[in-house]
């Protein structure tokens, strides 16, 4: 398909013979695209998209704000591209990345910064999606992006709410180490469990949730003011520290500007219900917290911490987690997403497993060797995680290394 440059200015001195452009609009024989360097620009065409389009609650447009005011590394930029028909000017998608500087290199990626489990377009409509007109749509996109070494797009799920996502159809588009969970549910929230899941997790769950019954009642709580956000985000901050020392793991809530953007998304979510914090209470103890975020007809479970220290041999993550999905299912939601990652505790549960694809392009020498490196590592720590005395190792290493740092 000829490409038809409109109102770009290149500069071809960079490595490899790459062109920079300096881009208003550009086009193909199908697609527009515009690109922008602010959410304020396109942010009216964002909420009408969010509002009466395909996306995900990490597309949300104030979760994205937060992003860029919150996590956005020095000397990155947000680059905003709008995909237009060629025909009629109609908007059909918003992509938002960011080109960001590594190591003696420049990468575009997802505008995420780690917050985000799923990387796709907002969409105008549910219209089908070919493989075809995916890329000549992401051919649009790349014509007024600037000059980078390496695209970088990683969390692509194949659909969104039905509907083909146009990165995932990408020929370059490849299947990921990352693995995502969920459950359609419907019918009577009363018998939501007992149809959808295992029989061996709802009968762990009855036999839990009566032995806490016993010691003094347990309720599912939600967060309905400020001061409850305040007080849920802060217990989960803590029981999720607490218990990623434990193990020795790493957790993105350690660093202060995360913790800062999931406390500042929850109080901004608050009028509108787009993020919940609930926990769980027996007598006057929270057990266990969940962090959630919700879009149309789903529910992203994104963070949960427990405190197994209340209620020896029960587990508060599955009393939380089951409890929650017959309160999705009482307001009628029709998917309860268990986000990103292949803990055991989500194939218990009957939860379907869906593989992310990614979207890895080394567009000049150091962009490929980047690109290299890169996956070389990825591959490397996939196979200690596959291996539990590699695994069980590694996590020892770690506790020991936080044990001398602190003492």
Partial sequence: MAEQAVQIAAVTDLPDGQASHSA???????YTARLHTSLEAVKPLWLRLQTDGVCTAHQHFAWVEGIVARLMPAGAEPLIVE????VTGAPLMLVPLMLRPAFHHRVIEWLSCGVCDYSAPLLADASAWT?????AAWAAVRSVLPAADRVNILGIPRRIDGVANPLALLPATRDSLQTTFGLAIDGEPETVLKRLCRPSFVKEFGKDWRRLERLGGVELVEAGTQAEVEQLFGELIRMRLSRFRELGRFDLLTQEAVVDFYRNAALQ???DG???LFGLRVGDALIAVQYAVVHQGTVHALLIAMDQSVVPNVSPGLLIMGRLIGWARERRFDYFDLSVGDQSYKERMGAKASVLAELRQGLTVRGRVASTAI???NRTEAFVRSNP???TAAQGMMRGLRRLRGG
């Fill in 24 to 30: 208003i609009v550009a086009a193909n024989d199908a």
């Fill in 83 to 86: 995909v237009n028909n060629a």
């Fill in 131 to 135: 493989a075809q007109s995916a890329q």
């Fill in 269 to 271: 979510g608050l009028p």
């Fill in 274 to 276: 787009s993020v919940r």
């Fill in 375 to 377: 996956e070389l590592r």
């Fill in 389 to 391: 005395r590699l695994r």
